[in-house]
């Protein structure tokens, strides 16, 4: 899932200490707008790109990009200003006494990857792969860290380069009681499930919404650009119709990658499921990972995917990120691929161009070159929802025995091959039409 925050209305906020875990009305408001929100005796001046963090030492600001990124953060010296008589918080850094401590040099989609401090100078940069946190450099502490995680992705062991384990962390489900001990501290924020964890709020950045680990929900309410009163409701479920929930309460075996709608293909049932930013499924169809072991020009595939989380080239079904659309009896169906960045082959190669696709009148076993194949009504509902309700990841679940069985049945051909070239007969040609 990822909430990769490009959205209609930004969360902006101020919260005292005393009520940081405490649940805050946001209401929503358009790129580019202002409002004043009552609080007490001081309004809190809500804009985009800026928000406020009321701290034990005065006020924490954090600025973001024009997609609603986290790029910076910093110290407010002095925010109320006079506005018609009233006592208001300025959104303006250039009058709030705004001064820079951290910047952020993001990822693909919106991670914290490279950490500078005010004066440019490098602090600390984060490796990942497929979603997870492997590794951090430093200046400090030897330079190198390395990350062994549980099941969801939360850090519970961090070593250095020879393997020798400098941090221990234990949590509970949700993520609170955070606890790590070791004779090397944190080289890194990211904690519960891979999220950056506020040293000034305790809070978890989702990219789109704050986490609180303390209280197991968000910070504010779910959202979906189509009018609902309760997005992603499911009547018979009632986990459902808490906007704040965090995995519709099931922290032991979901994750939030980032707040919007993901993808889930698992191998030993054949089916894709897509699910909404809570969790909650939207919908699941049959689905087949069926590789040639030979393209249309002869040469070999990469095999089937490995199993992992990749990031969805274009999360909203629109631009390049979706292509080759023809109707149903084509290669790629109606809505053509919604192609997915990096995905890695059984032979541990990385596929270009790869992705979900349906096509060949809805016949999932067809063989494809690399991509998962699935039925129009899939593509349609997974288009139409990515539109409203950004489609970020595809998680590749149980598909190491397909993977294992394809690098078999390649090894065969491979010595057919080489048989018929000892022989000096052209080989047969096993060449599958996608």
């Excluded at 200490?17 to 209401?27: D, G, L, Q, S, Y």
């Excluded at 109606?334 to 995905?343: E, Q, T």
């Excluded at 063989?367 to 349609?380: F, L, N, Q």
């Excluded at 025995?401 to 080489?418: P, S």
Aim: aromatic letters at 8%.
């Amino acid at each position: 899932m990822s909430e990769k925050s490009t959205r209609k209305a930004l969360d902006y906020a101020v919260e005292s200490t005393a009520a940081r875990n405490r649940p805050v009305f946001r209401p929503r408001m358009q790129r580019g707008s202002c409002k004043t929100l009552r609080s007490g005796t001081i309004q809190a001046n809500r804009c985009r790109k800026r928000r406020f963090q009321i701290n034990s030492g005065g006020y924490e600001g954090y600025i973001y990009d024009a997609a609603g990124n986290r790029v910076a953060k910093g110290t407010i010296q002095s925010v109320i200003v006079m506005v018609n008589g009233q006592q208001t918080l300025s959104c303006d850094t250039t009058v709030n006494g705004f001064v820079l401590a951290s910047q952020y040099l993001l990822g693909p989609s919106g991670e914290q990857m490279t950490e500078l401090n005010a004066a440019g100078t490098w602090v600390h940069t984060n490796v990942t792969a497929n979603g997870s946190l492997l590794a951090t450099f430093d200046n400090d502490n030897n330079g190198a860290h390395f990350y062994l995680t549980d099941w969801l992705g939360s850090k519970r062991i961090q070593t250095n380069y020879l393997g020798a384990v400098e941090e221990t962390c234990q949590s509970l489900p949700y993520g609170d009681a955070l606890d790590c001990f070791g004779p090397v501290p944190d080289a890194t924020e990211q904690h519960f499930t891979g999220k950056e964890r506020d040293a000034e709020s305790g809070n978890d950045y989702f990219l789109a919404r704050y986490y609180s680990s303390a209280m197991g929900r968000f910070m504010s309410p779910d959202w979906s650009a189509k009018q609902d009163p309760v997005p992603y409701a499911k009547l018979d479920n009632p986990q459902s119709l808490n906007l704040y929930a965090y995995v519709m309460n099931n922290p032991m075996t979901r994750i939030d990658a980032d707040g919007h709608s993901y993808l889930v293909y698992d191998n030993n049932t054949n089916t894709i499921t897509l699910y909404s930013k809570d969790g909650a499924e939207i919908g699941h169809w049959d689905a087949n990972n069926n590789v040639a072991i030979h393209d249309k020009d002869g040469g070999y595939t990469k095999g089937p995917v490995q199993d992992g989380t990749y990031d969805v080239q274009s999360s909203d079904a629109s631009g390049s990120g979706w292509g080759h659309a023809g109707d149903s009896s084509s290669s790629y169906g109606k809505d053509g691929i919604a192609h997915v960045d990096d995905m890695v082959g059984a032979t541990g190669e990385t596929m270009s161009g790869a992705g979900v696709h349906s096509g060949h009148d809805d016949d999932t076993t067809h063989v494809t070159y690399g991509c998962v194949r699935t039925t129009d009504g899939a593509m349609d509902q997974i288009k139409t929802t990515a539109k409203t309700d950004k489609l970020t990841t595809l998680e590749v679940q149980n598909n190491k025995a397909n993977g294992d069985a394809w690098l078999k049945q390649k090894a065969a051909a491979e010595k057919a091959a080489a048989k018929a070239k000892a022989k000096n007969a052209k080989p047969q040609d096993v060449t599958e039409q996608q």
